[in-house]
């Protein structure tokens, strides 16, 4: 972690909280949720309130295949801990060798035609933004997902192009796979607000 | 979940960019220019291009020059958040171009 006032928490509360969910959980509690109680003024906890909707809400999407195109995002990124993070959640209700196969690629991966168009109309979202165009959501409409899944698709995408990037710029830690998984059960048990 | 309302996804990227606006302990016209990606001065240019463009080459001293510059790491803080906001936001902004003018006229 670059910014240390992060890693120790801002205030007397929350370096007791961390402490103590560090205790109980028996992980060192993650950077993403060392960055959750920093700094609360700021940003942080509207992300917090979009991404629960988006990873938890009701959706066209399983929670697993939203967690998997955060995963797949973090991917294209870079972003290791999101990779192993949102992988980690993934597993708990799609393969775990499709869930890889579709972090190597997804076009070979052996998921739906309808999880591959989200897919390829957020790689496209992700990296080239500026060309991406109507020909690119009609393609993803074509393949049977609605403008909700598709909407629900992209705010996956946008909101984990805001995660990755300052996980990789405030340079999280990265956990074991064993704490990885400790803390997919604190995720899906706690959401992200 | 993508229905029009107080929960829908626009409204929620609307709130996340007045929360830069209206927070914030840095100056409200960095805050405001790292969101849109204008313009801005080293040695905050250096740390909100490589952040736009390739995040995962990001470096101590980048982070280590704006911790300098702001006076804090919450100013820090502030800064990478807003810049990878921006590009977050940016990306929604696309997708929902391009889902409109999908939907609005025929293929």
């Not at chain 1, 990037?165 to 074991?176: E, H, K, M, T, V």
Request: charged share 20%.
């Amino acid at each position: 972690m670059r910014l240390p006032e992060i890693d120790r928490g801002d205030t007397l509360k929350h370096r007791v909280l961390i402490a103590m969910i560090s205790r109980v959980s028996g992980l060192r509690l993650p950077d993403a949720a060392r960055v959750a109680f920093y700094h609360q003024d700021f940003a942080g906890p509207v992300l917090g309130a979009w991404t629960q909707q988006t990873m938890r809400g009701p959706s066209g999407w399983s929670i697993s295949e939203r967690e998997l195109m955060a995963a797949a995002v973090a991917a294209w990124n870079s972003c290791p801990f999101c990779v192993g993070a949102h992988g980690a959640i993934a597993v708990r209700g799609i393969d775990r060798r499709t869930v890889n196969a579709v972090l190597n690629d997804y076009q070979t991966a052996p998921v739906t035609d309808r999880l591959k168009a989200a897919l390829t109309f957020n790689d496209k979202l992700t990296r080239t933004p500026n060309t991406l165009s109507a020909a690119d959501a009609h393609t993803a409409l074509d393949a049977g997902l609605t403008v909700a899944d598709l909407r629900d698709a992209a705010a996956v995408a946008s909101i984990f192009n805001i995660i990755t990037r300052y996980a990789n710029a405030l340079g999280f830690q990265i956990p074991s796979d064993d704490d990885f998984d400790k803390s997919a059960d604190m995720l899906i048990k706690r959401g992200y607000a | 979940m993508s229905a029009v309302g107080p929960e829908s996804h626009p409204e929620h990227a609307a709130a996340l960019a007045a929360r830069v606006a209206d927070s914030g302990e840095t100056d409200l016209a960095l805050r405001r220019a790292v969101l849109a990606g204008s313009e801005v001065p080293d040695p905050y240019r250096e740390l909100v291009d490589q952040i736009a463009e390739n995040s995962a080459r990001v470096t101590d001293e980048q982070v280590a020059a704006v911790v300098q510059a702001t006076g804090s790491q919450m100013g820090a803080f502030e800064v990478i958040l807003t810049a990878a906001i921006g590009a977050g936001l940016n990306r929604w902004d696309a997708a929902e171009t391009a889902i409109g003018k999908a939907t609005d006229a025929p293929s």
